[in-house]
């Protein structure tokens, strides 16, 4: 399973762009790259998966370099509500396979 | 994706005792996972909940401890054995599910157990 090394913790202001970056160097060939967001109080939830390039949805971005050691999530015009600790996780091979977190970036959004 | 539901969603226990956790899925799903999630960190996997065998636990997590029950594909149990303070935290359910353009994990809003 692909170790994967985040910032501890970001802040941010509303209205703001946040990008946070997630290195994972043992990255394997068939994993796919997935980001989880947790608030308090409640599970995890999926955020945005992507194997390479740029994938988008309506809530993230994620972009993936060609040579996929690292991955960013990229947060658009952020709010007080998107005060959470979020999660890279690799590892899925197209497959399950058991869930290994790291420590996450907690990410606080200010007024 | 699937929904998932825990009950209880908090408890206060007495060391000593033990308390089962229910974790219900709105569909069938090949595989279950327990986590735990100490205050202010990260989540520790305790084990995979296999439908039909026993589960598979990690290292520092034993069966004695944390009895794993998996009837069926829509329903798990985790029981916490003779608790104690430490065995106080958050405990989290999970689902593998496969679907169109989606690999992932669906979680619980887990059960937050205190043991005085």
């Known amino acids: 399973l692909a170790k994967t090394t985040q910032p501890i913790s970001m802040d941010s202001y509303e209205g703001q762009e946040v990008n946070i970056t997630c290195s994972h160097n043992?990255?394997?060939?068939?994993?796919?790259i997935t980001w989880y967001q947790q608030f308090p109080s409640q599970g995890p939830r999926f955020i945005i998966q992507g194997y390479k390039t740029k994938v988008t949805n309506e809530v993230a971005s994620l972009f993936i370099p060609a040579d996929r050691k690292s991955s960013t999530l990229s947060l658009p015009r952020v709010s007080l509500s998107d005060t959470a600790v979020y999660y890279c996780?690799?590892?899925?091979?197209?497959?399950?396979?058991?869930?290994?977190f790291g420590a996450g970036t907690r990410l606080a959004v200010h007024p | 994706s699937a929904v998932i539901s825990q009950k209880p969603s908090r408890d206060i226990c007495q060391r000593g005792t033990s308390l089962t956790i229910q974790c219900q899925v709105d569909s069938q799903v090949t595989m279950m996972f327990w986590y735990r999630q100490q205050p202010g960190q990260s989540l520790t996997l305790i084990a995979t909940?296999?439908?039909?065998?026993?589960?598979?636990?990690e290292s520092g997590f034993v069966i004695d401890k944390f009895p794993i029950s998996r009837p069926n594909l829509t329903f798990s149990t985790l029981t916490v054995s003779n608790m104690s303070p430490e065995d106080s935290s958050i405990y989290l359910c999970?689902?593998?599910?496969?679907?169109?353009?989606?690999?992932?994990?669906?979680f619980g809003s887990g059960t937050r157990l205190t043991v005085v």
């Open positions: 999970s689902a593998w599910e496969q679907g169109a353009g989606f690999y992932g994990y669906t």
């Open positions: 909940a296999n439908q039909g065998s026993e589960a598979t636990y």
């Open positions: 996780l690799v590892g899925l091979s197209g497959g399950y396979n058991k869930l290994i």
């Open positions: 043992n990255i394997a060939t068939n994993d796919y």
